[in-house]
């Protein structure tokens, strides 16, 4: 499974972005999917997952600004972030899987860069 994550950007406070992130293989409709982020010299964070019926989980601090989907068609899942805060600066990563430690995932995309100016 190869993963590839793109969408990020710079943008101000209050501003949106869509990342991404593109599968490779016939199956993606089999996987758990998720979204992390790793902020300068911080350990790696769930943001959202979504599973392959659709069920979603959000990590509280993005509740009711992100919304995470998936094009099982397109063998695409996206994250929609809406009102962007300066702390959401990070590099956003793709992985496959579920739950809310790292551990969980076994394949992760190379990571996009997002920059919320404040």
């Known amino acids: 499974v190869q993963l590839q994550a793109c969408g990020g950007g710079l943008v101000q406070a209050g501003g949106f972005l869509r990342l991404s992130c593109a599968a490779s293989g016939r199956a993606f409709s089999d996987y758990d999917m998720a979204w992390f982020r790793q902020a300068p010299g911080k350990e790696r964070e769930f943001v959202a997952a979504?599973?392959?019926?659709?069920?979603?989980a959000y990590t509280d601090s993005v509740k009711g600004r992100f919304t995470i989907s998936r094009d099982n068609a397109k063998n695409t899942m996206y994250l929609q972030m809406n009102s962007l805060k300066p702390e959401d600066t990070a590099v956003y990563y793709c992985?496959?899987?579920?739950?809310?430690?790292?551990?969980?995932?076994?394949?992760w995309g190379q990571g996009t860069l997002v920059t919320v100016s404040s």
């Open positions: 979504i599973s392959i019926s659709g069920s979603t």
């Open positions: 992985a496959r899987g579920w739950g809310t430690n790292k551990h969980q995932y076994d394949y």
